[in-house]
């Protein structure tokens, strides 16, 4: 009697295939599940790019081994490309960055810069990572510059970053949303987003994100991109602190009053279980506001979330991310990770706009990669 063709396949291959189908049937859904209703999504979420490769392994074997349902395994498999085309960029021959605009574009820098640190008055008015900094933004003349992580001081011993960038760059008009100010024995320091812009502002607004105490805002400023509006927006997704141990609970401050409980842990798993449930509020508010803009919109922003996330697929919506128009290979931008898929950093677009070009530079004085991209009307 001949033998059933599933039976002919090695006991670890008839094992491994069906729970991995299942697992990776579920991952799928990654976009559809947020990690606040069910948890796990959001780790296979970072891991997703890993299981698709370990899946195509697995296929390989199945059809080495003539596993008999191996076609469903293929279909699964070919199903993941959909999700890998917003990981994977792929314009190797895209043209080489020109730090020559052209008049009519505009060039926006989006970056969370760490609080841009190195201005003790004691010392050099600008650490060497600093003058990399400013020098960069010499050079490349961006029209605006969107910051997050952005802290500014009033302080007889500390410079202001504020200052710095509007009077020293040249960028005379902001807007500024703070979500806390701290005072010290040394003076005052103010954390939020914020918009620098050499043109000047139609209108301002912020968005602050609900239930927590310290939330950072949604702001947003319209200007004028030959002669039609544009509205430009960013924000920062809470941080999730992964990279700390257990720590005492005094060492976070006000700030992270209400999550002390998980951060003095230095446990990552809970971590991520316990933030990337209030990202999903966050992707959610986001997406409420970006419903209501009735002008095109460019959103600047560290969204803390991979883009297979349910939180970047919320926010996207019909969004184009600029990195995949224009970019190739991974777009890492979170520098402090082995990971070569953490690309936290987005300029998502209105449609009705392009991307001329884009470039990521590493500048050492942030944990994060700034994006820089010329913008043009369709």
């Known amino acids: ?211 927590r105490e310290y939330a950072p805002y949604i702001g947003w400023a319209d200007i004028a991109m030959n002669g039609k509006p544009v509205r430009l927006a960013t924000t920062h997704f809470v941080s999730m602190h992964l990279n700390l141990g257990v720590l005492p609970a005094d060492t976070f401050g006000f700030i992270h009053k209400q999550d002390t409980s998980v951060l003095v842990t230095g446990n990552k798993l809970k971590k991520l279980r316990y933030f990337q449930a209030y990202h999903t509020t966050q992707a959610q508010t986001l997406r409420a506001f970006l419903d209501t803009c009735a002008v095109p919109v460019i959103l600047g922003a560290d969204l803390n979330s991979v883009p297979t996330s349910y939180v970047y697929s919320k926010v996207k919506g019909p969004l184009k991310d600029a990195f995949l128009e224009t970019g190739f290979g991974w777009g890492k931008t979170y520098r402090n990770s082995v990971l070569p898929n953490l690309r936290i950093d987005y300029l998502l677009h209105h449609p009705q706009l392009q991307v001329l070009q884009m470039h990521s530079p590493t500048l050492h004085i942030s944990d994060h990669k700034p994006l820089l991209a010329d913008f043009g009307w369709r």
């Open 1 to 211: 009697m001949q033998q059933h063709p599933i039976h002919n396949s090695p006991w670890f291959i008839r094992l491994l295939a069906w729970p991995a189908l299942v697992l990776y049937a579920v991952s799928l859904l990654l976009y559809t599940i947020p990690p606040a209703h069910w948890w796990p999504m959001g780790i296979l979420g970072i891991g997703w790019p890993y299981t698709w490769l370990a899946f195509g392994v697995l296929l390989l074997l199945l059809y080495r081994f003539r596993f008999a349902y191996r076609r469903f395994w293929l279909y699964s498999w070919c199903m993941g490309i959909i999700v890998m085309s917003n990981i994977w960029a792929l314009h190797p021959f895209a043209k080489k960055w020109a730090p020559q605009q052209s008049v009519s574009s505009l060039r926006i820098m989006q970056w969370n810069c760490e609080q841009l640190a190195g201005i003790d008055t004691f010392y050099n008015r600008y650490s060497a990572d600093r003058s990399a900094a400013v020098q960069y933004i010499r050079q490349q003349q961006p029209d605006v510059i969107m910051m997050q992580d952005f802290q500014d001081y009033k302080s007889p011993v500390l410079w202001s970053n504020l200052s710095l960038i509007r009077d020293t760059l040249g960028y005379p008009f902001v807007h500024f949303a703070p979500y806390f100010s701290d005072t010290k024995p040394w003076g005052t320091n103010t954390e939020g987003v914020i918009i620098f812009s050499r043109r000047p502002f139609i209108q301002t607004g912020r968005v602050q994100y609900p239930n």
